[in-house]
């Protein structure tokens, strides 16, 4: 495998041509390419500059999900929290066999992203004030692509915090996409206030906005077929929630950053995570989740 790290992203391929391109800003994950196709959707106006959060790829979300409630010590931080829109500092490629798709080796490459109190701004310290250090983990391996985050607690008092891959996966046509795995399981629907619902059809179809937080799932592999045929499955590696969401028409037009306009057809957010509540840390343990994506084309 080669890593190629430039000031403001680093790019690793494999020997097979597949190839994954992070940023440092928001360790955001902006390409994995597998058998020379883009598994990730990115709007054609995100910003890459770091002046707001990347509209597609793998947006990292800590230390909150959605709007904080206000009567939480993350009230004061933005929706989705500081981790996507920070810069972190790109540690290099690491040896260790912390994932499941080992690295080392012609088939495998780690690289570790890290973020720590100290590299945030001020204001994002001042409104969430803990000792923490973040190490995200990008393995490009030959059958798939893991992200995982640590989550360390390094001060004296514990902290709660959720955590959330905010994936967009590339789809030819999000009519003819399917999403199996999360049958039977309850969710809130954010497009019918946040009630609560139990999904009774073992197969998800997108044909109109859906928003949903599907919580305490039991099997850990979502998969996404398109036209019937198996394209992506989404392993959760010790997290139980997962997030579907498609803005549709109308949600799609109303986001400056989200162009094409259409290009809500052609792509679909599952987003693995820990929503429902809150981890609590303790100081000095530690917290460690993620996703396997592997892709079938
Ligand atoms: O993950 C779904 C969601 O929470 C939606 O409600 C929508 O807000 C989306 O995230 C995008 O949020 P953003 O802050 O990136 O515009």
Known sequence: PSVHSERDRVIATLPTGDSVEVLTYGATVVSWKSNGKENLWLSSAAKLDGSKPVRGGIPVVFPCFGPPPKDHATGKLPQHGFARNSTWEYMGKSSSESGKLASGGDDAVTMDFGLSTQQLSDEARQAWSYKFDLIYSVTLGRDG?????????????????????????KVDNVSKTQINGLGSTSYSDKVLNASEQTQTDPTIRINGEVDRVYKSIKQNTTSILQDGQPQLDVIRDNLEDTVVWNP??????????????????????????????????????????????????
């Open 145 to 169: 692509l893991q992200t995982m985050l640590r989550v360390q607690n390094k001060g004296s008092e514990s902290f709660e915090f959720q955590m959330l891959l905010h994936t967009y996966f």
């Open 248 to 297: 549709w028409i109308e949600k799609a037009k109303s986001m400056a950053d989200f162009e094409p306009n259409d290009g809500y057809k052609n792509m679909v957010c599952v987003e693995v995570g820990a929503v429902n509540g809150w981890q609590k840390l303790d100081p000095g343990d530690t917290f460690e989740g993620g996703q396997i994506v592997k892709s079938h084309l």
